[in-house]
């Protein structure tokens, strides 16, 4: 019974549910045989149910009020569950009756049912109608508000509903005729808005931050064009426009029509929605024919609207088209094209990714439909860019070669190169005497501009055919600046740009047609072209008779600095150089084609400066003494390395104080002096071994100057090579190895080019300076061999010699001319040390005297002093090696013995083979003088003399070195 009772426990604590408690309960009590404990179980349950109850009590006591409100819930349940069974069961008898009744009137009904489809459909048809006749009012109310996808839709689906359902309604014969010729033509509105926004808003805020550039205070009239865009003055390439450009097509916004702001605020969002309306109106193969037909005439009127706008902000700016305004008018003409272009080539793109959505969304109904692309936009405006660069290039004339552009010529037909180089005076604006401002003819502030314009450039002449209405609608093509080829040179960098920019958009190893024309144009033509006319300038001044005799004018040396005359073809020839090293620069990526050209052209007129100096100096394939020398190697070293011409090469502050040194100078003209007189003491010289025209002196003083100053331009030009090379390392266009090599190349020539103009003006100056030496030994030589100085004193035999006269007036026209034509430091050069030789021409000379008396020694005296006095006059300075001759042949009024005593006397002023002469002369020209052995021991003393002075000399010289 304790085990039953423990089961019973442990069902009890297990199980929670009722009823399996009560089944183990009854199992419990069923499986005992005990009385009693069935008792004491029936007892413990009895306990068990009234603590239960008791519980239960206690539990209603504590939530009477939840316990009442859930029996009243239950109650009305239950009462509105038996209510809705009973009407439930009422509605069921009430159906089947209806349906018993409708059984018998089933064919009325269907009558009634179809007559109400059939009124319910005409009030439908009439609302429609309703609709359809209120359509063209709201259509051109759309359209004037330019809603145009809500237009074409509505167009669209009326158009839909009269050949349709309403096809059948006589009356609305009118309405469906007014509104299927509206849904013809309207995509032909809707394309023309299109075009609008590709080629007139996108273009209309191109140049805005520029507008006032160029004005004092950018103040100034505004424009009133009667265009639709706003002008103005371009921006730079690198600025947006006022489109995105799309990466994809999932870029664009959805098009959709905002009837609370304006559609054309966003012109990508409006293109999108007249591509949709368009799409409706399944016209997007018109659509697309209308855009390739209509792409190239836009890109030309956007040329002639913007010339326009250029010229008129020229002209309120108060700019006249005058020479020096006509390059900088293109090239903002060429800019402002840029950025118009770029913008018009972004809007392309946004309708092609507009149209390509749209083919996207519906790609079986547009099968077969081919949309143009980027490219052949950019192809379009690369054509429309070639034709204006071929107008304003000339490239007829160009091409033909047949008379040189007026920006080509290079100087004035009158031969005054001086122009070149003036200074440009201002061009005053010509301004007339009355305006009409506020006449009636100024209706608009748009023919007010047109009407300035047409006057301006009628007057100025400066735009072919003038400027009038037809600069924007049409008619002959009209120039910012007379078309030329030298117009390549301001646009060539901005036009490389561009290109560099379609070339990076069209994909790496791609050409564009633009860079074609463009390297065809510069390579095949503008080169040959500039080859030519620099030809042309300088045959004009070369291929004459006599080229170095033709000097250029007094304002073109004023205008250049430069203080004595050059030679007309070196000005060309320079001023050929400057332009090719200027055009060099403006087209840096054919540098190297310049420089070939600069190099060739030097080598031309080097050879023909050649031809003219040897033309001088060389008589019968035979050159003059002076000539010969300046050419011999050894000679000219030798000449160039003396004193006297390196001080002519040092500032004049040095060379003047090293002038000052008269021991410097006298031993610098010794050592000269010694070379000529060894060279020349003893021959007699023919005429034509020496230049007696004056002229042809004239003519190598100015091939001297010219070639100097020509050297020197070519080193500045050089220096500035280097200089722009060194800043600008890298350029636009990338240069090969190659390249660079030849360029080095180049450079290495021009350079060697430079040194060689240098050598002629140092072989010119050397002739000189030597030709005047030449005709001194021309003169003096046969005065002393072939002179008779044993006169006796009379009139006549005093006069001057002859020789000394010829000589005097060669040195008087060669310092005229040489004064007039060469700088003051090379006239130095050349008269300096003259003296010096003439006294050793003279002292040497009294060895070939046969003899000589009193009166010629005074004759010879005569002869010195006014050869001193010619060349004082030239030098400005005493000359004092004239007075040591001159006192060498006074030195001949003493007799043999006479002249032993004053050389112990006064010391040893000549050299011992001078005393030897002077001693010999003296003993051909006196009598008894003692035989042979007495004159040879008069000279064996004189040379113990000599020997005995200067070791006197030396030792007053060691004991003055010993003293300090």
Avoid at 116 to 123: F, N, P, Q, R
Avoid at 341 to 356: D, E, K, M, Q, Y
Avoid at 551 to 564: F, I
Avoid at 580 to 589: F, G, N, R, T, Y
């Amino acid at each position: 019974m304790a085990a039953d009772t423990g089961r019973y426990r442990t069902a009890v604590s297990k199980s929670k549910d009722p009823s399996s408690l009560l089944i183990s309960v009854i199992r419990t009590l069923s499986s005992s045989d005990d009385v009693q404990d069935r008792e004491t179980e029936k007892g413990r349950l009895e306990e068990a149910y009234e603590k239960c109850d008791r519980d239960l009590d206690e539990l209603i006591v504590q939530h009477y009020t939840e316990l009442t409100t859930a029996i009243r819930t239950y109650q009305s349940i239950t009462e509105r569950i038996t209510s809705s069974r009973n009407k439930i069961k009422q509605v069921k008898e009430n159906l089947l009756s209806c349906k018993m009744l409708l059984h018998c009137k089933r064919d009325e009904l269907r009558k009634l049912w179809i007559e109400g489809i059939e009124h319910k459909h005409v009030l439908e048809l009439l609302d429609e109608i309703e609709k359809i006749k209120q359509v063209p009012q709201k259509l051109e109310a759309c359209m004037a508000s330019k809603t145009y996808l809500d237009a074409t839709e509505m167009l669209v689906s009326a158009v839909e509903s009269l050949e349709g359902p309403l096809l059948q309604v006589e009356g609305l014969g009118d309405l469906r005729l007014e509104l299927h010729s509206k849904k013809l033509n309207i995509h032909l509105v809707l394309i023309d808005e299109l075009h609008r926004h590709l080629y007139i808003k996108s273009t209309s805020r191109v140049g805005q931050r520029g507008k006032d550039k160029g004005r004092p205070g950018g103040s100034g009239p505004k424009d009133s064009s009667s265009l639709d865009v706003s002008l103005s003055t371009p921006r730079k390439l690198t600025e947006s426009s006022q489109f995105s450009t799309p990466g994809t097509s999932s870029n664009l916004p959805d098009a959709k029509e905002d009837l609370d702001v304006d559609p054309e605020e966003n012109s990508a969002e409006f293109m999108g929605i007249l591509i949709k309306a368009l799409a409706k109106l399944k016209k997007i193969p018109e659509t697309v024919n209308a855009i390739m037909e209509r792409l190239e005439p836009e890109l030309k009127q956007i040329l002639k609207r913007s010339t326009t706008q250029i010229a008129d902000q020229a002209y309120q700016r108060g700019e006249s088209l005058a020479q020096e305004n006509q390059s900088r008018l293109l090239l903002e003409l060429l800019e402002l094209l840029f950025d118009k272009f770029n913008a018009v080539a972004t809007a392309h793109s946004i309708v092609l990714n507009h149209l390509r959505r749209i083919m996207a969304s519906s790609s079986g109904a547009r099968e077969g439909i081919k949309l143009y692309e980027q490219a052949d936009v950019s192809a379009k405006i690369q054509t429309v860019l070639q034709v204006l660069l071929m107008d304003y290039l000339d490239v007829k004339n160009t091409r033909s070669a047949a008379e040189p552009s007026a920006q080509l010529s290079y100087a004035s037909t009158g031969g005054d190169f001086g122009a070149f180089f003036a200074k440009k005076k201002p061009v005053r604006p010509k301004q007339s005497l009355f305006k009409f401002e506020s006449s009636s003819h100024a209706i608009s502030m748009s023919a007010y501009l047109r009407e300035q314009r047409r006057e301006l450039y009628s007057k100025s002449g400066e735009l072919q055919g003038g400027a009038d209405d037809n600069l924007i609608e049409g008619g002959e093509t009209k120039f910012l600046c007379k078309p030329g080829a030298r117009n390549i040179t301001v646009i060539f960098q901005p036009l490389l740009r561009f290109i560099q920019e379609i070339e990076l958009n069209m994909g790496p190893g791609k050409q564009c047609q633009l860079r074609t024309f463009l390297t065809y144009y510069i390579n095949e033509l503008f080169l040959n072209q500039v080859r030519t006319e620099t030809n042309k300038e300088i045959e004009s001044v070369t291929k004459v008779s006599d080229p170095l005799k033709i000097l250029a004018s007094a304002d073109t040396m004023k205008n250049l600095g430069v203080q004595r005359p050059l030679l007309q073809s070196t000005v060309i020839v320079v001023k050929s150089v400057q332009d090719l090293m200027s055009l060099m620069q403006d087209l840096s990526a054919y540098s190297n084609q310049f420089l070939e050209m600069v190099c060739d052209k030097l080598k031309e007129y080097k050879e023909i400066c050649n031809t003219a100096y040897r033309g001088i100096v060389q008589s019968e394939e035979k050159l003059t003494i002076s000539a010969s020398w300046a050419k011999d190697e050894d000679i000219s070293r030798l000449l160039q390395s003396l004193p006297n011409w390196g001080n002519m090469a040092q500032p004049r502050q040095l060379r003047q104080k090293r002038e000052d040194e008269e021991d410097f100078t006298r031993v610098a003209f010794a050592k000269e002096s010694e070379v000529l007189t060894g060279n020349l003491g003893d021959k007699l010289i023919p005429p034509s071994e020496i230049l007696r025209d004056v002229s042809d002196l004239k003519a190598l003083a100015n091939l001297q100057e010219s070639m100097e100053w020509l050297a020197t331009s070519l080193k500045g030009f050089l220096s500035n090579l280097t200089l722009i090379s060194n800043l600008s390392p890298g350029s636009d266009v990338q240069v090969s190895s190659e390249s660079a090599r030849s360029r080095e190349h180049i450079l290495q020539t021009l350079s060697d080019l430079a040194r060689s103009f240098q050598d002629i003006a140092d072989r010119c100056l050397l002739v000189l300076h030597l030709e005047v030496r030449v005709h001194c030994f021309h003169y003096l030589i046969p005065l002393a061999k072939q002179g008779n100085y044993a006169i006796v004193a009379n009139a006549a035999s005093m006069d001057y010699d002859p020789l000394v006269v010829k000589l005097n007036k060669d040195i008087s026209g060669i310092e005229e001319a040489m004064a007039a034509a060469l700088q003051q430091h090379k006239f130095q050069y050349i008269f300096e040390g003259l003296g010096h030789l003439i006294s050793c021409i003279l002292i040497n000379g009294a060895q070939y005297f046969k003899r000589i008396s009193e009166s010629g020694i005074k004759k010879m005296c005569r002869n010195i002093f006014v050869l001193q006095q010619n060349l004082t006059n030239i030098t400005m300075s005493r000359e004092a090696d004239l007075d040591f001759a001159r006192q060498y042949y006074e030195m001949l009024y003493n007799t043999a013995d006479e002249l032993l005593n004053l050389v112990v006397d006064q010391g040893v002023r000549y050299s011992e083979l001078e005393y030897i002469n002077a001693l010999s002369l003296l003993h051909r020209s006196q009598t008894g003088v003692g035989d042979l052995s007495v004159q040879n021991t008069r000279l064996q003393r004189l040379k113990e003399i000599i020997c005995e002075q200067a070791a006197i000399k030396q030792a007053t010289k060691d004991k003055k070195i010993t003293t300090v």
